[in-house]
């Protein structure tokens, strides 16, 4: 976290008794140097620690903020419902006065719940630290560390209709807990990503799909490079870690060099990670997976190269090993030393690979074209993953 200049130290929270609020949103921002639009850009060396809960839904008086708040007077959900179902306007992407009103109220949220890191930057978060409604956005700022933070339910309060995403149309939103674009050395340690008391299972049905109101987790796009992402708990939520924005070959080429490492993901659906394009190195992660709705690990994306070793997966009865992996659009994963222990049973080692090819076609090839290089310590033999990783990763196992 170079630079000249002196790193600028600030705690938020740590009230008193007689005012027990914790910090507000808008303490943050200050912290991070004042204005949020030109917060992106300041590269002052920050060390911030946070003391206490931020929401993202609270005003500057602390009075809390509810969907209706922040939507345009244009917007209802009702009327959106109405005018988009496709069995009156198609399945043709949403146009007109009522979408138009839709995207005015996601810029109205934006400036709400959306708080931009810059360069040089350091987040920690004392014991019990939350930010709830928030996406911290890392946007063409090198340097940032997020550490020790429980990060809470960055909900869509205006998701959109997507009638050609799929075969039967989805509703996306639009919110990471954090997204990094654009930047470099980035790192990402011991938080915890979950959705709290709204869950996904929580959510109504519209037009035939769920009406998906959480995005990423972690997110990695948009030429990002050398990100790392340890000793995080990953709980209860759907859509998790997406490394590469899209599948057309472009800048992100040669770059989303990821490391994954000593993560918890427990109860989660996919994404753990989906790569496109980038060397991503995942190993001793615990991955604790199943349910009805449970779809897949690791997503191997156009001219992804994914080296993962020595993982332990604890899966239910129901999952079989080989649908660990899936295939989008990829052609090699590099996979070793994995161990399932499926349904309660014994753990053992796994060829997860050998398994995939045996019951999928095209088979996808066993070697990624690299070797990781960059890794500080030796890899953990797959029997140990869950000893340590499960005591240790998430938020308040630091001594802080």
């Known amino acids: 976290m170079g630079g000249r200049r002196p790193r600028h130290h600030r705690r938020l929270g740590g009230h008193s008794r007689a005012d027990p609020g914790g910090p ?9 140097g004042g204005d949020n639009a030109g917060n992106a850009a300041d590269a002052t060396p920050k060390l911030i620690y946070v003391d206490g809960a931020i929401d993202g839904f609270e005003g500057p008086d602390g009075t809390p903020l509810s969907c209706a708040d ?59 630290a939350r930010l709830t409604g928030l996406t911290l956005m890392i946007d063409r700022a090198s340097n940032v560390i997020v550490r020790n933070l429980t990060l809470v339910d ?39 990503f979950t959705d709290g008391d709204n869950p996904d299972s929580a959510q109504p049905v519209y037009f035939g799909r769920p009406y998906q109101v959480h995005d990423g987790s972690l997110d990695v796009t948009h030429t990002a490079s050398l990100v790392t992402a340890s000793w995080n708990r990953f709980t209860g939520r759907d859509k998790l870690l997406l490394i590469g924005s899209s599948n ?3 800048p992100d080429v040669g770059r989303l060099r990821v490391t994954v490492h000593h993560n918890l993901f427990d109860g989660v659906l996919q994404r753990l990670p989906r790569v496109r394009f980038g060397q991503v190195d995942v190993y001793n992660n615990h991955y604790r997976l199943g349910g009805d709705d449970f ?49 309660g049973g014994a753990a053992r080692p796994v060829d997860l690979l050998a398994a995939y090819n045996a019951t999928h076609d095209p088979d996808l090839a066993a070697d990624a074209g690299w070797t990781p290089t960059l890794r500080r310590d030796p890899v953990l033999p797959a029997p140990l993953v869950p000893l340590l ?10 001594p802080i």
Not at 389 to 398: E, I, K, N, S, T
């Open 389 to 398: 990783v499960g005591p240790l990763a998430g938020a308040d196992r630091l």
């Open 295 to 343: 779809q897949y690990a690791l997503g191997i994306g156009v001219q992804s190269a994914i080296y993962a070793q020595n993982n332990f997966f604890t899966v239910d009865a129901a999952v079989d090993p080989a649908d660990l992996l899936y295939d989008w659009g990829g052609t090699a994963v590099t996979e070793r030393g994995s161990w399932v222990r499926q349904g």
């Open 70 to 128: 922040l939507a345009d007077p244009g917007y209802r959900l009702d009327a959106y419902l109405a005018a988009y179902d496709p069995s009156v306007w198609g399945r043709v992407p949403p146009s007109g006065p009522l979408e138009e009103a839709r995207v005015r109220s996601v810029t109205n949220q934006t400036r709400q719940t959306q708080i931009n890191v810059g360069p040089n930057t350091t987040i920690v978060g004392l014991r019990g």
């Open 154 to 192: 960055a909900r869509d309060c205006f998701p959109a209709w997507s009638p050609t995403d799929g075969e039967a149309g989805n509703w996306n939103s639009q919110y990471d807990q954090i997204s990094v674009r654009r930047s470099e050395n980035v790192w990402v340690d011991h938080n915890t």
């Open 24 to 32: 507000q949103p808008a303490e943050l921002v200050a912290a991070l």
């Open 248 to 250: 057309t070959v472009g």
